[in-house]
């Protein structure tokens, strides 16, 4: 589904996210806050907005940051072509951001216009930017339930308490506690009035949303059993560990795509018998002028390598219409788009050459449309 579309949110709801990404990132080190340094040359929070931008039945994603990064955060929303997100100034603490990016559907002094009030609210950390949908749905639908619903890990560690003077004073029975995560989602009605309620000492020092729903209103939040793709960006050897997810997650999936004539399609079936071993294939056989839904939904779903089988004839032709297509889907905007071009030789001419004029063509071809992030290789292939 084309990112901005409107699915169906599950149990019906109205569903809005809301993003803290206040924070300074003092554990990081470094000048730049962690939510804009950039991983896989963009920044962190853009990866953040766009996972939940991709869940077409969330209507309004709301980014909250400090004064002095709102233009900043501006500037990515508009250069990587987010859309439905709205920035909202920050408060001092956390509490406080959250606050003021829930207020944004409630007062018309954060946003230069009130947003529809959503029934589910999800709360999602602007540094977690791995968050899938999956566990994004289970936690509304555990709201709407039950009014407030978190995700949850096995501790990694024991947890201990020192006394005054330094020593171990207890330690907690590991197996009986969890780790607090992200996504959270709560009815709006509920989490609103915990924070209106809030203490001074509570938007100062507290950290925990369940806890407030729970202090506040009275509401036990489901605890949702989550995945280990959920974890927070905090110290800088993380900013390397989520490069490293990214780049192995564009590789999982490749799209072979060629014509219907029967030798190229013998190729193509080929081709995907031998990968799928070792990464998903999707495989279409169509001629690249036509619109094809089942691609168009390949590209949407974000895959960002492609295998285009043609005959040597025409392959720029069939080439720059799939160019054409990743161009308007945006997706390049995001990451590296490969796209290896096999030229299929089925003549009787027993040559490998290829004229220079030719060969100039595919090199200009290749040159143009690397400045748009579509990294373009060639492959000429004699088969008989």
Known sequence: ????????????????????????GERLGGATPKQFCAVQGRPLVSY?????ERISWISDIIVVVSPENIETMKTIIEKYGHKRVTVVEGGITRHRSIFNGLKVFAQNEFSSHLLQKPEVVIIHDAVRPFVEEDI?????????????AGAIRPLVSTVIASAADGCLDHS???????????????????IYEAYQQCTDYDLDYGTECLHLALKYCKTNAKLVEGTADLWKVTYKRDL??????????LSQQVCVITSVKETLAQVAFLLPESLKSQIKVETISIPLSKNDSHLQSIISGQ????????????????TQELVNMLEKSNIPLLYPVVLISVHLDISENNSFSIGMEDLSTIKKFARETKKKNILVYGLLIQYK
């Open 1 to 24: 589904m084309e990112p901005g579309s409107r699915g169906a949110a599950p149990g019906g709801v109205s569903v809005s996210a809301v993003l803290p990404a206040g924070g300074s």
């Open 48 to 52: 953040a907005v766009r996972a939940m």
């Open 136 to 148: 994004v749905s289970k936690v509304v639908m555990a709201a709407k339930e039950h009014g407030a």
């Open 172 to 190: 907690l029975e590991r197996a009986r506690y969890r780790a607090s995560e992200m996504p959270q989602a709560f009815l709006f009605d509920i």
């Open 240 to 249: 390397y560990a989520a490069e490293s997810i990214i780049k192995d997650n």
């Open 303 to 318: 895959c960002y390598n492609f295998v285009c089988v043609n005959d040597k004839r025409c392959a720029i032709q069939e």
